[in-house]
């Protein structure tokens, strides 16, 4: 039975607000100090007061977890450490209910070396069926133009299969072995996939690693043209059959090489703008604005139907595969200093961390996700300012229990310490004692009342999702000054000017906004009415890393006399 | 449960236990008469010691009470005297370097200085009220000072290290040596060596062995630091005698009152 | 207080006890005989009074009026110790004039001495100092540290702040003596003090004179590795003690005569082997002190380095804004003690060899050498807000 979509507007995902999370670390209902999905679904109510429209799942499928469920033994099953098939089903409806939508996982380009079609493909005879849903060779020489993306875990992008008596192609671990687009019935195999979940109800699809499903011998086996065939074949499956859903693309790409994932409006309906990312660490450490303005100059434009995802951190290492030699060295002595930060080139650190615990810049930062551009995607935990743990390997140091309260294992689970999947935060600064739901919701001036204070704001204005982006370059660089304008269906609009100070002290800037002449600005938060713009520059004074939001309402019918009295408010 | 007691109770120390091969109910007896004299034995010693852990406590106690009393009154006697500014003049104007003013510091010291003392009474209370037989191996008091005076030493050989350590790679580095990063370690190391056997041997643990141990590691790393010294600083060295004879040649060939004829092209940094 | 005027040195009746008195350092007596040699040809001997730590020579000179000096440690630069007891002296002797002449002094003329003495004496100014004529590669650390730092925090246009032989009026001695005297109460005798920068605290006047070529005498004994630090280590100290007077002070750029000749360097042989030795220098410092000079500079001029060390000795150039930031940086450093103060300015000797092998190359390429000195300087005024900001708010968390 096919589940209506939950979503009833289109464009539903233009005004989300997308909360990135992974079961297994949020709440464990069970006491095996892993979090499942009953234990999630008790925590629906903390996700819609904070103001969350979408919950991004990490995969939650069984895997043997070699890499934290990417690598996937059965797409159409709940790992049974994260509960039951049904208990993704009650999480669904109560989300729904909540009106909230759900993304999960669609991971394709790969899966694990334990799933029941790469056992079949190592024993079954070259050339069969079976055999081609994977990419073999005998050699390994094949695609070598092909980067390594693990760089500090992988040596090649092939591996010999003893069973198989052949070399296996797999962009990632050498646990996860590619699948092979060029048969058939691999994508009928995924639209199967897809359709299963989408009948339950989910509402949007992340798509993982889609830069690389097809591999052609001379190319960098990277954004193929048969690559985007495919992704269009999905989307056409998905348009014929479902209504208001969403694919969003995992595209570690430039810009100009992301928009080909939008297609005509045809492919991917958002897709991750990964090189703003570091560059907005990058601006605030430097204290120039020249980072951000040059890469959304960069950026080019996207069909009516498609939209940007903003972040600022998720699951991942901060990537730096994006910037310039110097730039990669700059942001590695500037935020990385200590060479256990680093993994595969890029830092493994959380939000808070990577700005000095700062409340100003965390606040700073978010402003920024969510008045640019795009649809801001929220890290589990930045909401209120965890802590990592570089000592865990690979990317896990982000990946630490949610700490609800200062109780044992920080209220995310009632098991023995020593059961939890990972240990939680414990040092004097981000600890779960200092550093929990609980404490935060009690704390009117907490960093979780601002962001929800913050992100119901945003709400409240379509601007922010849907407009668009004019950045004012006023000659003091270390202010970003940009102008978001959305033209409503009656001909209004709706104008929003954002100024942020990325700098550490005050600073003055002049805006040159002669072409708004007459326009009153009103600072969103406080509802506090600015001087009345006029053909002059506009001066506004920003103390340390602070950001204002204006309104600018239109012109209003002024009486004849000219006495202009501010309302003291 | 009775004729246990009243056993424990008897104080009957000369009590000797029945021969072996006296039958089935003389080896219970036997048991049960061991039985008896090591709980009593256990039991009279926690109740010997009990009044040494009183006397300990009540030292402690009363003494920091007296530091109290102490610390409050020379708080007093140091704020009317007018302390940290009449030391503020001495000083000149060179500053108090701590955050703390000196009143505080001696309020504290004094304090701490009394509990101290109560400490020390009380375990030399504790220890003299324990008279058994079953002695410690040495005198309770010395050991915990010696302890104290190991941790200090840790302390110390670890700061040192680590100041020498930074000491040693910038000098290293500024006289041009190869292995300026390896000498730093290796300082470092030959410190925290020195100083883990000054521990252990302060707290008399190990003894020859210890010093063997540690005599062959430190000599171990001396002969490996001599060899990179030498090794690294061949270049120094070469360096060194080429501008010596360079020098030794130029002061004969010029007399140091005649200025040099001609733009000096040598750097000089002052 | 002004002094009391004096008659012009030339005029031979001068009432006694009043007039010049000069200090000399302790020193060998071939340089000391040539310095009352020349001492006796630029004044008339009763209007001077020499006091010196040496025994007087025996007889060569019986007309000069010779007293004796308290001992004071050999120094090649005028140290706390000297201050005190120049007051001191002039007190005792009621001299209105001070000439003090460091170990050196006997490569100065007459003519020089008398410019010092007759400026302090004569007219107002209250403290003459030396202008040397120095070849192009000499006294670099007063090119790349000194001169920079006390023209953009003190505005002094003084090219050689350091004292080795000044000229002072009573009530600047007074001054010096007296904040000299911190040290040597609190056992810091052989201290640099430094003239200039108190003179511009007080509002004195100050002035520099020609003073031909100057050989250190002491050439052989003056270690960069332990002189930079201590002289450096001095001027951050004062410089740490004056922070309230140098950052309210927003002087106008002083204007400088132009003395220096332009020659064109052609790079010798030599040259290239002392760049050569010095790049090693720092390339091999830049692989072991990184751990140090990251807990002093911030990313970006860290980044500059590690660019830096990749270029090789013919190239290699340093950035005058980048030698700006890492001397403040330094010098912040110093001020908070993010490390020990002697390992502080130890990891600096590299950094200053890296800057004087980029100093050789830009000079070896036509650049007048005085021009790329007077450009350092102006880049640390045109930076003095850097210092500034972070003075006021040591923040890690910085460009």
New interface residues.
Partial sequence: MKKLASATDPLWYKDAIIYELHVRAFADSNGDGIGDFPGLFSRLDYLQNLGVTCIWLLPFFPSPLRDDGYDIANYVDVNPSYGTLNDFKLFLDAAHQRNMQVMIELVINHTSDQHPWFKAARLAPPGSAARDMYVWSNTDRLYKDADIIFTDTEKSNWTWDDTAKAYYWHRFFSHQPDLNFDHPAVMEEVLKTMRFWLDMGVDALRMDAIAYLVERDGTSCENLPETHLAVKRIRAAIDAEYANRLILAEANESPADVLPYFGKGDECHMAFHFPLMPRIYMAL????SLPITDIMAQTPAIPDNCQWGLFLRNHDELTLALVTE?ER??MH??YS?DPRMRVNGGIRRRLAPL??N?RR?IELLNSLLLSFPGTPILYYGDEIGMGDNIYLGDRNSVRTPMQWNSDRNAGFSRCDPARLYFPVIMDPVYGYQAINVEAQLSDQSSLLHWTRNMIALRKLFQVFGRGTQHFLKPANRKILAYLRDLERSDGSHETVLCVANLS??AQPVSLDLADRNGAEPVEMLGYVPFPIITEAPYVLTLAPYSFLWLELQPPRARPESSSSTLPAS | MQNILATMLQTDPYKTSQPLYAGNNSIWRTMSDALHESIYRVLSLLISILPGILAFLVALALLSLVGLALSALLRRVLAAAKFDDRLAHS????GWALSTSPTALIVRAAFWACVLLGLIIGVSAFDASYATAAALPSSLLPYLARVVGAAFLLIAGNLSAR?LA??V????????L?Y??FLSLGIKWLVLVLTGAMVLDHLQIGGNVVALAFGILFGGIVLTLALAVGLGSRDLVS?SLESHAE?SSEQSAKSPAV?TTG???????? | MTEDPIPAIAAPSAPPGAGLLVLLAAMTPEPLEHVLASLTAAFPAEDMLIAMQNAPPADSYPSLRIVTAPAANPS?TLTAADFVNAYQLAEMNDSSAILMLGPSSSSLDSAALRDLASAVLTTSIDLAVPFYE?????????SAILYPLTRALFASPVRFPLAVHLGLSRRMAQSLASSAH?FT??NQAEMPIWPVNEAMMAGFTVDQFEVG?H??SQ??G?D??T??PQVTGALFADIDAKAAFWQRFRPSPPTRHAVSKP?L?TP?V??AA?IA?MV??FR??Y???QE?W?LVLP??S??AL??LSAIDSAAFRMSDSLWVRIVYDFLLAYRLRT??R??LL??L??LYLAW?ASH?NITASGTDPESHIEAVAAAFEADKTYLV?RWR?P?????
């Fill in positions: 450490r430097q204290e120039d110097d060295d700059y002595i500037a200093n700005l000095d700062n810049r550490r002290f | 000083r000149g104007n060179s100041f930074r000491s790679l910038i000098g290293a580095v500024n006289m041009q190869q300026a990063r360096r020098h200025p733009p000096d092209e040598s750097i000089h940094h002052f | 090649w120095l070849p192009p590669r000499a006294g670099l650390v007063n911190r109460a609190s070529p050989v250190q050439q052989t003056l960069l590795k002189i930079l020659t360097q010798t030599d040259a002392e030795s090693y220098a091999l410092a692989t072991n002190l140090v990251s990313p970006s860290l980044l590690k660019r490390i020990n002697g390992h130890g990891a000797i590299p004087v050789i900001s708010w923040d890690r968390f910085n460009p």
